[in-house]
């Protein structure tokens, strides 16, 4: 039985693991040069990967401490481009979307720090914001959107968050109607299995937007409540309310539900269960009919919406639900101390279940996003997962590499044809997966390594390079000058196959052009590149 009020931690970092460094250097280069807001390439290059960023706060009301950690992981994650491809112009406007939902103080036993850990933390998004400021991104292009929750403001702290960072913090929870047409953006969704049309608070999904999904380490009852799940909150009311029965239509207009949406959803289910997703068949409304209608709608969701970067906050994780949870009957919250990210929304959610104590293929959702092609696995093994530490390293573990904290949900609980489980319980019964997973060797590579343009080029005191291995092996990147000197030997050792980054600090090197070589597998490719100071 697993310990919930303890970490479960699994081996440590495998000794053929090389230490990486990404573009550190880039926390301070002016947008004078580079022109576009961007995500780290190493991260925009490996859009099926999912990143790690442990933290080091002592307790959950270290407000210091948080917005610190978040500041390590934004001087990271977010930089410059002069690529318009890979960026947008800092006139954008930078929507958050945090994790604000309602925090239950309805509800008896509600106090404003026994919740925290029902949202993200208010400090951690001002580091955030403080980052992205820092590199050319005006205050009043910030703007905070969330439809529930509207006691964040004062008991979450979000208010007096926005008057320090200068953001526009709202929790918007008005219908759709014509006093608020201009608060919102209509998105079709061709694709959809229950919606056709979906409303989003502006500016969510408007042109000239830059969204960043920024979730919370917790369970509900759809499980663990990450990222795929937090975009709800971009949506108007009622039509955010994907939690609903397969028996409600929302009180949304009917005109923007897809023809034959309950008929598809139940010939759905009827498959689904047929086919054995786990928990598939608890009966009644609350049962996987349930499960099969939120999924639908949130996969509908995730059809329309493209955030640059998909986060978990898990400074703390949380437990339970809302208010209450197995602990004397009240949630609880644990120092997790970890940051979760990438592009795919779904692939950080299943390493999230993971690192929540759970089995990814226990979950439906995870089914029918990879039959609705926005994921090709669920299977963690398959997915591949880099360390990313604060002070610039990077590392590509393994998931036995990471640190699970077990947070117990009520998730499609047996009850059911003599099967018996506690109300608060862990998903984590073994799940056999069959599917292939990421083939992270795409059409038209070569059959052993690619090596990339260094990045930026030209530079001053520091670029990366970034590397792609097929198989494992031993790898020796060196750097030359134009006299065909060695200067630097960057990397000498074996190393698993996938994409490595490494940082160059040119030390006191003169200005001029310079070459790497990478040799591996008996084969060599060089390049060349320009220092400038």
């Not at 905070?144 to 929790?171: C, F, H, P, Q, W």
């Not at 929870?173 to 979906?198: L, Y």
């Not at 949870?325 to 940051?339: C, E, F, K, R, S």
Request: hydrophobic fraction near 35%; aromatic fraction near 12%; proline fraction near 4%.
């Amino acid at each position: 039985m697993i310990n919930r009020r303890e970490f479960i931690k699994f081996g440590g970092v495998a000794a053929s693991t090389l230490v990486l460094k990404p573009l550190h250097g880039l926390a301070n280069t002016s947008h004078t040069q580079n022109e576009y807001l961007a995500v780290h390439p190493f991260i925009e290059n490996n859009p099926d990967a999912v990143f790690i960023m442990k933290t080091s706060v002592d307790n959950k009301k270290n407000a210091a401490a948080i917005k610190q950690a978040a500041l390590d992981f934004g001087s990271n994650v977010f930089t410059t481009t002069s690529d318009s491809s890979k960026g947008v112009p800092f006139d954008y406007n930078v929507v958050i979307k945090p994790n604000l939902t309602s925090r239950g103080e309805w509800q008896e036993g509600y106090t404003v720090e026994g919740t925290m850990g029902v949202i993200t933390d208010a400090n951690f998004v001002e580091g955030i914001i403080e980052r992205i400021k820092n590199l050319g991104v005006s205050a009043g292009n910030f703007y905070i959107r969330e439809v529930n929750g509207t006691e964040n403001l004062t008991d979450g702290g979000y208010a007096a968050m926005g008057s320090r960072t200068g953001a526009d913090v709202k929790v918007i929870s008005t219908r759709v109607d014509k006093q608020n047409a201009d608060k919102i953006v209509w998105k079709d969704v061709p694709d959809g299995i229950w919606f056709n049309k979906i409303p989003y608070l502006w500016p969510v999904n408007s042109p000239n937007s830059w969204l960043l999904n920024i979730s919370k380490l917790k369970t509900h009852g759809m499980g663990v409540t990450l990222c795929a799940k937090n975009l709800q909150g971009t949506i108007a009311a009622n039509y955010q309310q994907h939690c609903t029965s397969f028996y409600s239509s929302m009180s949304i207009d009917s005109a923007h539900i897809q023809d034959k949406a309950k008929i598809n959803i139940q010939n759905n289910y009827d498959r689904h269960v047929y086919d054995g997703i786990p928990r598939w068949d608890r009966p009644g409304a609350d049962g996987g009919i349930w499960m099969e209608t939120w999924a639908s709608r949130n996969i509908d969701n995730n059809l329309t919406l493209k955030p640059a970067l998909n986060i978990v906050e898990g400074v703390y994780g949380r437990d339970g639900n809302f208010v209450l949870g197995p602990h004397d009957g009240l949630a609880q919250d644990y120092m997790t101390n970890v940051i979760i990210f990438g592009k795919n929304s779904y692939y950080v959610d299943v390493i999230g279940h993971w690192i929540a104590g759970h089995e990814p293929g226990n979950f439906g959702l995870f089914h029918l996003a990879k039959e609705r092609g926005l994921i090709t696995t669920f299977n963690p093994s398959n997915i591949p997962i880099y360390e990313w530490s604060s002070d610039g390293t990077v590392k590509m573990i393994s998931l036995s590499d990471l640190e699970r904290t077990p947070l117990v949900t009520y998730y499609l609980q047996r009850d059911y044809d003599g099967q018996s489980e506690e109300y608060w319980h862990m998903c984590n019964e073994p799940f056999e997966y069959s599917d292939t997973g990421i083939s992270r060797n795409k059409p038209g590579q070569p059959d052993t390594f690619i090596l990339k343009n260094n990045y930026p080029n030209p530079f001053n005191a520091t670029t990366s390079i970034e590397f792609e291995l097929h198989k494992n092996g031993r790898a020796r990147l060196e750097v030359y000058n134009i006299h065909g000197e060695r200067v630097q030997v960057l990397v000498d050792g074996y190393l698993q196959k996938g994409s490595h980054l490494v940082r160059w600090e040119m030390n006191n090197l003169s200005s001029g052009t310079y070459f790497y070589t990478l040799m591996f597998d008996s084969q060599k490719i060089t390049k060349q590149m320009t220092l400038i100071k």
